[in-house]
């Protein structure tokens, strides 16, 4: 019963003596002579969430509903303490100066937006006005640009930018004491000189992969541009396994350097099985892994994303798992936090993100 589940109480008290805790330890440190403190070899610059060999991050999405410069996710990862990110394209081209995608969709549609629009439209169950409703101003901005697609003028740019731009970003993170895993550019839907420099970009970024939605023919086409920059195309799943139709052997068939972002609160709240069994049996083939919580596919409400510990995701055999086999290189590292819960008005994505952490590491440590 542990290992699937933390009350609550019992690590919000644990949270508080480790507080009390953090709030002495200065006090015994002055009693130390300044050459005693600053030569403990353990004293890590930046924040550090690798607990038991496991990476805990989290993406860029967790902070969806807040400001999302760069600078900004950078700041939001040392308040958290996370020292690991999946850094979505649109924070790292803003920041290397690619010209701004529209914020409204045109009317009219050209037949390729339409199609990208009802695939929006098939993922979310709703129509894309009704979506609008729903989901926060920066959200409804990538919708857009996802359904409008790349303009001319951000093509020019990507095919000129210099690489050094994203060698600076990588820089200013890495000084700070946060590694950029993965980047999330999403690029299927471009053309092959926009995902060819989607991977040298990555690169430059020091992530070692580029994710996009699951889906064959999504493996198919990135596939091969992994391969030539010896790095991985990460599938993200939403509600695939869900649907009779997928099959995630095809997928990974596809290309060698296929590997999978999986979801395990996606994973289970469609299907109602449990993520860890999956992980046992696909371990060399994924990445990275998503964390939320949530209720299954047959609670009442189903499928309904909830604070940590107060959802049906075994969130803890999966985290000690990955812990058991921390040592082994083909299993995987990166435990991601995607903060997807409601947000209290008293609270922000900040702090909540810092509780997912601190939640991770009651279990980790």
């Known amino acids: 019963e542990q290992k699937n589940l933390i009350s609550r109480r019992k690590f919000i008290g644990s949270a508080s003596l480790t507080a009390t805790a953090l709030t002495i330890a200065p006090l015994a440190l002055q009693c130390k002579s300044a050459s005693q403190v600053t030569a403990r070899p353990e004293v890590r610059k930046g924040p550090d969430s690798k607990f038991g060999g496991v990476q805990v991050g989290t993406i860029t999405y967790s902070w969806r509903d807040m400001p999302s410069t760069a600078e900004d996710i950078l700041r939001y990862c040392i308040e958290s303490g996370v020292s690991s990110i999946e850094l979505m394209g649109d924070a790292i081209e803003s920041w290397a100066g690619l010209p701004p995608s529209p914020t409204e969709l045109p009317n009219p549609l050209t037949p390729a937006m339409k199609t990208r629009l009802e695939g929006m439209e098939k993922m979310a169950k709703m129509p894309v006005n009704e979506l609008k409703k729903k989901v926060e101003p920066p959200v409804w901005k990538m919708i857009v640009a996802g359904i409008v697609g790349t303009t001319e003028e951000q093509v020019n740019w990507r095919k000129t930018v210099p690489m050094t731009k994203f060698e600076e970003l990588k820089k200013l993170y890495n000084d700070a004491g946060v590694e950029i895993h993965i980047a999330k550019f999403s690029p299927a839907g471009w053309s092959e000189g926009e995902i060819d420099y989607a991977f040298n970009a990555a ?163």
């Open 203 to 365: 690169k430059a970024l020091g992530a070692k992969g580029v994710t996009d939605e699951s889906g064959v023919e999504t493996a198919k086409k990135l596939g091969p541009f992994a391969e030539k920059h010896g790095m991985f195309a990460v599938m993200h799943n939403h509600f695939q396994f869900a649907d009779k139709n997928f099959n995630v052997d095809d997928v990974l068939a596809a290309s060698p350097a296929a590997m999978l972002n999986f979801d395990c609160g996606h994973y289970f709240g469609s299907t109602g099985l449990n993520p860890a069994e999956f992980i046992k049996k696909y371990h060399s083939r994924i990445f990275s892994l998503h964390m939320k919580d949530k209720t299954g596919p047959s609670t009442t409400p189903p499928n309904e994303n909830q604070v940590w510990g107060q959802g049906e995701v075994p969130i803890a055999e999966i985290l000690l798992l990955l812990k058991e086999h921390a040592n082994e290189a083909d299993w995987p590292k990166y435990a991601d936090i995607e903060l997807e819960y409601p947000v209290a008005k008293w609270s922000n994505s900040v702090k909540e993100v810092k509780n997912c952490v601190a939640y991770a590491r009651a279990i980790l440590i």
